[in-house]
């Protein structure tokens, strides 16, 4: 490959991906989830408190790349769900961090489940080789973009995730 089909195909890519992030807010609609009392990007925070157990606000908004003010408001949605806890910080008692409940570790496992679907549906013609292929070429570009994000001073931490 010269380092002009490379060029082109690093261009193809970015176009790709432009065009994925775009399908992506689409496809978020078609999760049949159900109403889980919480915006979507809200939800999404359970994930990481379910991954890594209780946060801080400040320490998710710093996994999740996002402001600490939205997370909060995000946080307080998941609350009033009861997706989410509050509870003493046991390094510091004047602070709190979310833990996820019960009701918010069924949330992740329906979530979970509709998005599997969604995707299962998109592949449903190609083959199972080709999706676990391109799932490794995915996997790896994910980290070829996370190391370059925190190699690179000019990120903010928060968004290093």
């Keep these: 490959m010269t380092k002009s089909d490379a060029g082109d195909a690093t261009g193809r890519l970015a176009d790709e991906i432009a065009r994925f992030a775009g399908l992506g807010a689409r496809a978020k609609g078609m999760l ?5 009392g ?26 999740k790349g996002a402001d600490p003010s939205t997370v909060s408001r995000q946080a307080a949605q998941l609350v009033k769900a009861g997706l989410a806890r509050r509870e003493a910080d046991p390094a510091d008692g004047r602070v709190s961090r979310l833990a996820v409940t019960e009701a918010g570790h ?3 496992h329906r979530l979970r489940e509709a998005r599997h679907a969604l995707l299962s549906e998109a592949l449903s013609g190609w083959p199972a080789e080709r999706v676990s292929a391109f799932a490794d070429l995915f996997a790896e570009f994910n980290s ?11 990120v903010p931490a928060r968004e290093n995730a």
């Design 106 to 108: 069924s949330a992740c």
């Design 144 to 154: 070829s973009v996370a190391a370059l994000l925190r190699s690179d001073p000019a």
């Design 32 to 36: 049949n989830a159900g109403d889980l």
């Design 38 to 63: 919480a915006e979507f990007s809200a939800l999404m925070l359970l994930f990481p408190m379910q991954h890594l157990g209780p946060m801080r606000v400040t320490d998710l908004a710093e996994v």
